[in-house]
């Protein structure tokens, strides 16, 4: 009944691969609009902004991404009824959740690294709290969270594998229908690996790209720039 | 021009200013000397609005900063500070570090923001680095961007907060002058600062504090020569 790894098994996992880097760029850039307002949120001088902020982060990251999943994927259909996203749709909603919260995180780390004494000279200046949040803190504090953000949108890549279970055609699903067809998971899931590996290279090749053209090296150990410029 | 009356200021439990009380006149050179923790850049960051006050009032050009309904921001158009660290935006060149108070908040034409900032810039002898970025000057260059930046709002009152601690014994002289500059032209100046030489020459009043208080205060004159209180000639023995 099996039949053995052929070249034609290659289509269904490169579509897999290409659902997959649909669904991370989508969700990856939606994690990182709602990480920055929900991180400006957390650094805010509004108590209730701050409040709601924190509240989503700390709930949202205390729990398993696979729980996130599961849970939009069903729950969704249960409370809004008539609401019926589709599989791609779900495991965009569940994945940008859970990125927004750890974006929020990455860009609270920033703004609080860029040095105190920017935000006094700009207080000093007069600018109001926008205003210094737009013209000083957030474009030194963009540089620092590159580093990390390239970091964690490699680790959305490999968590995305998690949508397997709502039947989304991802690239670990195609490997598994894959296997199921040829019986031979050593190959099919060598090949799924690869092309994991070759998206998660080609994230952290733009982060290099990055370094080199604004000189931020991508390197998460690195230290802000030393007060005092 | 700035009223101080019996200014308290708490961190927790550490009373840093007891009780200040010091009236400032229009084109008056104050200078604030006294040994480190006695309290001299806390009273010259609440004159701004960067510390909060814990009781006492602060009025500048009739506003009043202990009231809440005043804006900050007004407060601070009119009194320009000097840090440090400099604190110069690195991210930008030179020259926008001098017009962005300018642009963004008086809404200042491009054009005439622009003009603005050579002239400051020529007037502290950095014309040529305009189109640099802080990064590349040096303490000594980048202090006297950062007032030329300060002076990019016209404020009434310059306030410095230990602006040649944090530079070369050799290159303060070049930033002491263009504060003489300044003095001479008649803006109302309070310098934080331990340089005792500046003090003696361009200060109309100097003040002496220490623990959280005013020791003493009288023309330069009366304090390095013939110093009252026994902690300011103790402090002065060891500086002078």
Sequence with gaps: MFRPFEWQDLIPLAQGAWLTIQLCAVSGILGVIFGLILGIARTSPSRIARWISTIYISCVRGIPVLVIIFFVFFGIPLLFPGLEPDKFASAVIALTCFAAAYVAEIVRGSIEAVAKGQSEAADALGLNYWRKLTYVILPQAVKIMVPPGIGFLIGLVKDSSLVTVTGLLELTHAGNIVTNLTGDPIKTFLVVAGMYFVICYGISRLGRLYEKRTGVHVDPLKLPEPAGI | ?240
């Design chain 2, 1 to 240: 021009m700035i009223f101080v009356e019996n200014l308290n200021k708490k961190f927790g439990p550490n009373h840093v200013l007891k009780g200040i009380d010091c009236h400032i006149r229009e084109r008056e050179v104050v200078c604030v000397i006294g040994p480190s923790g006695s309290g001299k850049s806390t009273f010259l960051r609440c004159m701004n609005g960067l510390e909060t006050i814990s009781s006492g009032s602060i009025v500048i050009n009739k506003h009043r900063l202990d009231d809440s309904k005043t804006n900050i921001n007004l407060v601070r158009q009119e009194a320009g500070m000097v840090f440090q660290h400099f604190n110069l935006f690195p991210h930008l060149k030179v020259i926008d570090n001098v017009m962005l108070a300018p642009l963004k908040v008086a809404k200042t034409s491009k054009e005439e923001a622009r003009a603005k900032a050579e002239m400051l810039l020529t007037k502290v002898g950095l014309a040529e680095k305009m189109d640099t970025f802080p990064g590349n000057l040096s303490g000594g260059q980048m202090q006297r961007v950062a007032i030329a930046r300060a002076l990019a709002m016209d404020p009434k009152i310059m306030l410095f907060d230990e602006p040649t601690s944090a530079l070369d014994p050799e290159i303060v002289g070049e930033v002491l002058a263009v504060m003489k500059d300044l003095a001479n032209e008649g803006m109302t100046m309070v310098v934080v600062t331990h340089e005792m030489g500046f003090a003696r020459e361009v200060a109309d009043r100097v003040i002496f504090m220490d623990q959280g208080r005013i020791v003493e205060e009288g023309t330069p004159e009366e304090i390095f020569s013939s110093p009252q209180h026994g902690r300011t000639q103790g402090f002065l023995s060891k500086v002078l």
